[in-house]
């Protein structure tokens, strides 16, 4: 009986897998044919984040032969919104969203969203409020968004990637865990992660590949290990982290804000929108629901309305 071993899935490109050992080794490993999901019927593509065990063939090959169960998963939906859809990442700790008040603009749509993609896959998610340094500059624009998130109950860091504000709160924030790191395009994100690791280059040249994206990341993702212990996840693009099949009916529970007095509607299947004696709509007027996260709420409700149709 050969012995196996265990490890973390860090780079994935359709046939052949890096992984990482937990005794320390890295390890390049195939599969054979279809593998099943330990407890599961089904079978499933190997992912990053994945727990997996393997074994040295008879060639002195690595082989991985099981998926252990994944505590938590994210989704790519396939660009022309066709049906198709598949696992991107597993196991992942918890997702850090960059995001900046001015060059770029990030919008509190796009950022509610995330929060909901979140919520819906059970991972815990934080903002990094990137260029602190410009946005002190507009303080009430920076007051109504930390006053937004703070209500809705979001941890909101703040940060300057730049000149390297906040990033030591950061990093321990990051050591030991999975992070699932996004942002859209000109935020930050590579400043930060170079601030992070200063030293990457020398490491494996794996994070420095945040800058540019190869050949096999446009496709897959990959983890990039933190000296610190510890991953980050780059997902290729953040279109990519779809919501799958939330209906209108259950987009609310993903608003945690929202569900606060959900409960005191006087329908039970109420959405918030127009019917009378809603909790939700009077916890706007009065304050205790951010308007602009009511907003967002409401325009995902409307598209929902749009792609049904
Ligand atoms: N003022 C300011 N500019 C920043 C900060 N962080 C990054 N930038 C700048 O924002 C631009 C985009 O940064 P980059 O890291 O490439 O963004 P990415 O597209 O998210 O990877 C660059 O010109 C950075 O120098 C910050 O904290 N403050
Ligand atoms: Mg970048
Ligand atoms: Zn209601």
Same mark, same amino acid.
Request: hydrophobic content about 35%; aromatic content about 10%.
């Given at each position: 009986?050969?012995?196996?071993?265990?490890?973390?899935?860090?780079?994935?490109?359709?046939?052949?897998?890096?992984?990482?050992?937990?005794?320390?080794?890295?390890?390049?490993?195939?599969?054979?044919?279809?593998?099943?999901?330990?407890?599961?019927?089904?079978?499933?593509?190997?992912?990053?984040?994945?727990?997996?065990?393997?074994?040295?063939?008879?060639?002195?090959?690595?082989?991985?032969?099981?998926?252990?169960?994944?505590?938590?998963?994210?989704?790519?939906?396939?660009?022309?919104?066709?049906?198709?859809?598949?696992?991107?990442?597993?196991?992942?700790?918890?997702?850090?969203?960059?995001?900046?008040?001015?060059?770029?603009?990030?919008?509190?749509?796009?950022?509610?969203?995330?929060?909901?993609?979140?919520?819906?896959?059970?991972?815990?998610?934080?903002?990094? +409020?990137?260029?602190?340094?410009?946005?002190?500059?507009?303080?009430?624009?920076?007051?109504?968004? +930390?006053?937004?998130?703070?209500?809705?109950?979001?941890?909101?860091?703040?940060?300057?990637?730049?000149?390297?504000?906040?990033?030591?709160?950061?990093?321990?924030?990051?050591?030991?865990?999975?992070?699932?790191?996004?942002?859209?395009?000109?935020?930050?994100?590579?400043?930060?992660?170079?601030?992070?690791?200063?030293?990457?280059?020398?490491?494996?040249?794996?994070?420095?590949?945040?800058?540019?994206?190869?050949?096999?990341?446009?496709?897959?993702?990959?983890?990039?290990?933190?000296?610190?212990?510890?991953?980050?996840?780059?997902?290729?693009?953040?279109?990519?982290?779809?919501? +799958?099949?939330?209906?209108?009916?259950?987009?609310?529970?993903?608003?945690?804000?929202?569900?606060?007095?959900?409960?005191?509607?006087?329908?039970?299947?109420?959405?918030?929108?127009?019917?009378?004696?809603?909790?939700?709509?009077?916890?706007?007027?009065?304050?205790?629901?951010?308007?602009?996260?009511?907003?967002?709420?409401?325009?995902?409700?409307?598209?929902?309305?749009?792609?049904?149709?």
């Amino acid at each position: 009986m050969e012995r196996e071993y265990t490890a973390t899935v860090v780079q994935s490109t359709g046939s052949w897998y890096r992984l990482r050992s937990d005794s320390g080794e890295w390890v390049e490993a195939r599969i054979r044919g279809k593998l099943r999901l330990r407890g599961s019927r089904s079978t499933s593509p190997v992912v990053v984040g994945d727990r997996v065990d393997y074994r040295f063939d008879a060639r002195g090959e690595a082989v991985i032969t099981d998926i252990r169960p994944r505590r938590n998963y994210i989704i790519r939906r396939s660009p022309n919104l066709s049906k198709e859809s598949h696992i991107i990442a597993a196991n992942i700790d918890q997702a850090f969203l960059v995001v900046s008040l001015f060059s770029p603009s990030t919008s509190y749509e796009f950022i509610d969203r995330f929060l909901v993609t979140c919520e819906a896959y059970r991972i815990p998610a934080t903002i990094l +409020l990137n260029k602190i340094d410009l946005a002190r500059t507009r303080p009430q624009e920076l007051g109504e968004f +930390l006053e937004t998130y703070s209500l809705a109950g979001y941890r909101v860091l703040t940060l300057s990637a730049a000149d390297g504000e906040g990033v030591e709160g950061l990093r321990e924030l990051l050591a030991g865990r999975t992070t699932l790191l996004s942002g859209n395009s000109g935020v930050g994100k590579s400043t930060l992660v170079a601030a992070l690791e200063p030293g990457a280059d020398v490491r494996t040249g794996a994070v420095s590949e945040f800058h540019h994206k190869g050949k096999h990341t446009t496709t897959f993702s990959q983890m990039y290990p933190l000296s610190d212990g510890g991953f980050l996840i780059d997902t290729p693009g953040i279109k990519g982290f779809g919501l +799958l099949d939330i209906g209108a009916d259950e987009l609310a529970r993903y608003f945690p804000d929202l569900m606060r007095f959900a409960p005191g509607c006087q329908f039970y299947n109420c959405t918030h929108v127009h019917e009378p004696g809603c909790a939700v709509q009077q916890a706007v007027r009065e304050g205790g629901i951010a308007f602009r996260r009511y907003e967002s709420y409401l325009k995902m409700l409307d598209e929902d309305e749009k792609y049904r149709k």
